[in-house]
């Protein structure tokens, strides 16, 4: 398993932000969980729908070549 200076390498910069954010606060560790577990969601989507854009330009640039 990675340890937690190899995640924070990973993580978006808002990601480890909100996490350190969640920490001066003292949050649960259950409540971390959960907040990374749905900003990590957000962000996979967000990466996904980027890829899907970045592909369907790619295409049109393509067929306007023709």
Do not use: F
């Not at 808002?14 to 954010?21: A, L, N, Q, S």
């Amino acid at each position: 398993m990675k340890n937690e200076n190899q995640l924070s390498r990973i993580q978006h910069p808002v990601i480890r932000k909100c996490m350190k954010h969640l920490d001066v606060i003292g949050a649960h560790d259950k409540t971390k969980q959960i907040v990374y577990m749905y900003m990590k969601l957000m962000d996979d989507e967000i990466l996904r729908l980027k890829k899907q854009n970045a592909q369907l330009h790619q295409d049109k640039k393509t067929a306007d070549n023709w």
